[in-house]
């Protein structure tokens, strides 16, 4: 894994209340609850470090007042952190000026937003080329690149219809579409899908991974929905009270949880879901008659048919097809029982 | 926030009683106390501690006029200046909708150009209304138009609209840019709200005077007039509708890369457009409404009919000037609320006016010119036939006479009964307060119902009242506004209630509502003077009238905002029809029924100055006294304490309401 890094977030801290940027500059080395209560102030959130890299699905999973939203806001400098240091691409996101920041939102940032927040008086056409429209783009550019978009989130028949004529899968496909048609380097979506139904949530879901397949866009994606996490993320980061509280793949998550708090939310997914072959193989790959072949990156759940048809064991193979281990229906059969992991 | 009353003194009703108690005492023997102790200061306020603010501020005015300049020019210069600027535009509209553009004065006036005929401008709002509005309000602005052409109100009528079609546009402009400052710099909102504040509750007559001394007699002053009275409102919606624009659609906004330029023009303003347009709506409603009251210094039209016929009491006249008003506020209305509307339903067919105005402005040229060719072949299509004209005057003038001669011992009955038994004793009560005391009273039930601010507030307010020697004016205010109040609550919640329950009843009420509340404040004077001559209790008949529809309106909306799983639960707990109302319903349209209550204040107030007119004793009153001597002084001395009166039932009754609101878990 030595994917660049996008963004770099580090010693991030927002605290609401009376001077509190003096306060914090006064004692970053330790502050704890009753200091700030003290002086009055709220964290929202409290020293997060993480590096979003280049390509993945960086989830932000958390509950209501957990501070993710003030952390994604922070990131993308709608709000500014009180202390701590943001470089994206590696400039500092901190100390830029209005004008850069402008600069930056149109040609390099995209969002997406819980309550879709288009603008009703448009309509989806004039929605999506909204950003290329603020920034100057000529007309018949800007609306060749916007019908790009809305035909890529597969609303080309509703381009004149405007935000209240729409379903609310239907706004959110337009919110992405706008998102999308600055070309962003980084693409920040705030619980897109946590007020649809969850049909359309499932739908839409789908339709993220397969414009993500397309795009290969850097993503900072905010849910409350562990499940929702587990099923996008490359990886994921888990807040508390505004503090991360652990940031691990899906998997590492489910099978090594730092906390009692990160447990809760792993209990309840089925681990067969999350787990990939390459943990669970017996490491080695000796001559023999095998099944067949199986990418070490499939989740049990996803072979748990093809391996119990047989007795025999399968190969699993590495990123670049060579054989690195096995797998065979008892290992399933045990995994699927909660049975303790290897090692 | 913990304010240390005496234990007895916690619960709410012991203190309110406690409270009444002490003010009926005071009132009732504070005369005998005075005559007991010989201290005259206990009823009348030491003159030798009166402000002479009266006296200053008169100087000031004649100062400003004679004197003031700002080195380049002098301030009767600036005004003259701006006079110019809106006269220019106000004689070109005025020319192009009644008089016609001519060169050269009286006798040797050759037209250029006749005024827009009636056919085109009846033909061309309807058309505006069929694009807006559909069918059905086509017909009604038709016929309203058609009704001032048949009943020869034609003439006046196009001077008060093109009165209205100056003013609204700079109110409206106005109020938008101060809106956005105050939106943008929370210092500006800060010190321009008390500003708004008294501009909204100092009544219209007070400042009459002194754009009378800056501006003179005529069209312009009465336009200065009606813009500070039209505006305060759309700035406060401009502020209102940008800060409730969510937030999230800020954030889009930001992150699509919007400079604040682009921000407020292109985000903003768009997406607050149905609420602006209700400021709109405000803006054209309030002009109208000084249509009349603008003409004592001033301006043409039907407000200078109604008057002239009022000042002849020739009753048919006022009648049918009065409704001419009426029939345009309804029109213009309507219009201006489609406009709103039409946003979330565009008319495909006729959609056009609304994405290409310009091709209406063609179509309108085009119609204008036609007509006025026509015109000159057939003088019928110029100017409404003269032969045709209707009357109702003479009809009106039977009505009432018949009436009157009917049912006058009835009437004579219900009024001495009323005076006697309730509004003499209420004033009675009110005038025998001692002043100090009612400062006091006052100081304490801000204290109790939000804290020692308010307390204090009110207390002063009260006290700048007493010190302007106008304590007792300003008592008879009070009861007959509190009387006032008193029945149209009493008459109002009730039908409020009732709509907000049914859906039919609803429906009836809300159109009659909503058609009182589009008459100018003055045309209720009309018929309640023909009816009960002038006094006290055509007043107070008035002002109920006037101020009911907010009670209604509240109430039926707090009823109705109610959470359906909250009645669900209290039917299901076997409630019957009225428990549900009384332990349900009731509780839960607390704030709202309070608001309405606000509302109802507010606009009684109004009302009292104008009901001045008919020969009350108050403060109104000496806000009359005052324009007729054209005294600036004593006029905005008196309007300032009746602003100060609005302002403690306003501080007073808000406090209540939010206190409820944050009792029943309703503030967010």
């Known amino acids: ?343 | 926030m913990s304010i240390h009353f005496p234990n007895g003194l916690r619960k709410p009703v012991y203190f309110w009683l406690f409270l009444f108690t002490c003010t009926w005492l005071l009132s009732n023997y504070s005369f005998t106390l005075y005559k007991a102790l010989g201290a005259r200061w206990i009823i009348k306020f030491p003159s030798a501690w009166e402000w002479q603010l009266d006296v200053w501020i008169s100087s000031f005015m004649t100062w400003l006029v004679e004197d003031a300049g700002f080195g380049l020019f002098t301030f009767r210069q600036l005004t003259r200046f701006l006079s110019a600027l809106i006269e220019a535009p106000y004689n070109a509209m005025r020319a192009l909708l009644a008089d016609g553009f001519n060169s050269g004065l009286g006798q040797h006036a050759v037209e250029i150009f006749p005024a827009m005929s009636w056919v085109a401008i009846t033909l061309l709002l309807v058309l505006l209304a069929l694009c807006v509005g559909g069918r059905s309000l086509a017909l009604l602005v038709g016929g309203c138009f058609l009704y001032l052409a048949t009943f020869g109100q034609w003439q006046s009528a196009m001077v008060t609209l093109a009165s209205i079609a100056i003013a609204v546009p700079i109110g409206v402009i106005g109020g938008l840019v101060l809106g956005i400052l105050a939106y943008r710099s929370e210092r500006f909102e800060r010190l321009q709200r008390p500003v708004l504040d008294l501009m909204q509750t100092v009544p219209i007559f007070a400042y009459l005077v002194p754009i009378l001394f800056l501006f003179g007699f005529g069209p312009v002053s009465a336009l200065v007039a009606t813009i500070i009275y039209a505006m305060p409102p759309m700035v406060r919606v401009v502020l209102v509708a940008l800060q409730s624009v969510p937030e999230p659609l800020h954030e889009a906004g930001r992150m699509a890369g919007c400079t604040p330029r682009q921000m407020m023009w292109r985000v903003l303003l768009p997406s607050a457009l149905p609420t602006l347009m209700v400021g709109v709506n405000q803006v054209i409603m309030l002009s109208l409404n000084m249509v009349i009251i603008a003409s004592i210094i001033g301006a043409g039209g039907l407000g200078y009919d109604v008057l002239a016929a009022l000042r002849r009491l020739d009753i048919g006249g006022g009648i049918e000037a009065g409704m001419a008003i009426v029939v345009i506020a309804i029109a213009l209305d309507r219009l201006s609320q489609a406009f709103t509307k039409s946003d979330s339903s565009p008319n495909q067919s006729f959609g056009f006016v609304r994405s290409k105005p310009l091709l209406y402005f063609v179509i309108a040229l085009m119609v204008t010119i036609t007509m006025a060719l026509l015109g000159k072949v057939w003088p019928v299509v110029q100017n409404y036939p003269e032969p045709m004209v209707l009357t109702t005057g003479r009809f009106w003038d039977e009505v009432i006479k018949w009436i009157n001669i009917n049912f006058f011992e009835v009437f004579e009955t219900v009024k001495t009964a009323l005076l006697t038994y309730f509004l003499l004793p209420v004033k009675r009560f009110f005038v025998g307060i001692p002043w100090a005391w009612g400062i006091i009273a006052l100081g304490l039930a801000g204290w109790r119902v939000s804290g020692a601010k308010l307390g204090l507030l009110c207390a002063a307010l009260a006290g700048a009242i007493a010190a302007n020697g106008l304590w007792r004016e300003a008592m008879i205010a009070v009861y007959l506004c509190g009387v006032s109040v008193l029945l149209a609550t009493a008459v109002g919640i009730p039908l409020g209630v009732w709509a907000g329950q049914s859906e039919s009843a609803n429906k009836i009420l809300s159109t009659l509502v909503d058609t009182l509340q589009t008459l100018p404040s003055f045309v209720y004077l009309i018929p309640v003077v023909m009816l009960f001559r002038v006094g006290e209790f055509t007043a107070m008949v008035a002002i109920v009238i006037y101020a009911m529809a907010p009670a209604l309106r509240y109430a039926a909306h707090g009823i109705r905002e109610i959470n359906p799983q909250v009645i669900e639960a209290g039917k299901v707990s076997g409630c019957t029809h009225w428990q549900l109302l009384w332990r349900i319903k009731l509780p839960l349209a607390v704030p709202s029924l309070l608001l309405g209550l606000n509302q109802t204040i507010m606009l009684a107030l109004s009302m009292l100055v104008i009901t001045a007119l008919v020969g009350t004793r108050d403060l109104g009153q000496e806000v009359y006294i005052a324009l007729t001597k054209a005294n600036t002084g004593q006029g905005i001395v008196a309007g300032l304490a009746v602003a100060f009166i609005a302002i403690i039932a306003d501080r007073i009754l808000s406090a209540l309401a939010k206190s409820s609101q944050a009792r029943l878990g309703l503030v967010t």
């Open chain 1, 1 to 343: 894994m030595n994917q660049s890094v996008l963004l770099d977030c580090q010693g991030l801290w927002k605290v609401y209340g009376p001077n509190a940027e003096k306060f914090l500059r006064g004692q970053l080395t330790s502050i704890d609850q009753t200091a700030l209560e003290k002086a009055h102030l709220t964290a929202a959130v409290r020293d997060a470090n993480l590096q979003i890299r280049k390509g993945e699905i960086f989830v932000i999973m958390g509950l209501s007042g957990s501070g993710k939203s003030t952390l994604v806001r922070c990131l993308s400098r709608l709000i500014k952190a009180t202390a701590g240091s943001i470089r994206f691409e590696g400039q500092d996101l901190i100390g830029m000026s209005e004008r850069e920041l402008i600069e930056v939102r149109r040609k390099k940032m995209g969002m997406v937003f819980q309550h879709f927040a288009l603008l009703p008086h448009l309509t989806v056409l004039q929605n999506v080329s909204f950003p290329l429209d603020v920034q100057g783009v000529r007309l018949t550019e800007r609306e060749v690149r916007a019908r790009e978009m809305i035909d890529l989130v597969g609303l080309t028949d509703r381009e004149t219809a405007y935000p209240r004529e729409l379903s609310g899968g239907q706004q959110q496909r337009v919110g992405i579409a706008r998102s999308l048609v600055g070309d962003p380097h980084l693409w920040f979506l705030d619980e897109p899908f946590s007020a649809l139904d969850p049909l359309i949530r499932h739908e839409m879901q789908n339709e993220f991974l397969r414009l993500q397949n397309k795009l290969h866009k850097t993503i900072i994606f905010i849910t409350h929905d562990f499940e929702e996490a587990v099923r996008l993320a490359d990886r994921i980061a888990v807040m508390k009270d505004g503090e991360i509280v652990q940031i691990a793949t899906p998997e590492q998550l489910v099978t090594s949880p730092a906390t009692d708090y990160v447990e809760e939310f792993t209990r309840h997914i089925p681990k067969t879901k999350v787990i990939q072959l390459v943990t669970i193989m017996q490491e080695g790959c000796p001559a023999g008659s095998y099944a067949g072949d199986l990418k070490q990156s499939l989740k049990v759940a996803d072979v748990v048919t093809q391996v119990g048809q047989t007795s025999r064991p399968f190969r699993v193979l590495d990123h670049d097809g060579t054989p690195v281990g096995t797998v065979d229906r008892q290992k399933l059969v045990s995994i699927m029982l909660g049975q303790e992991l290897v090692e």
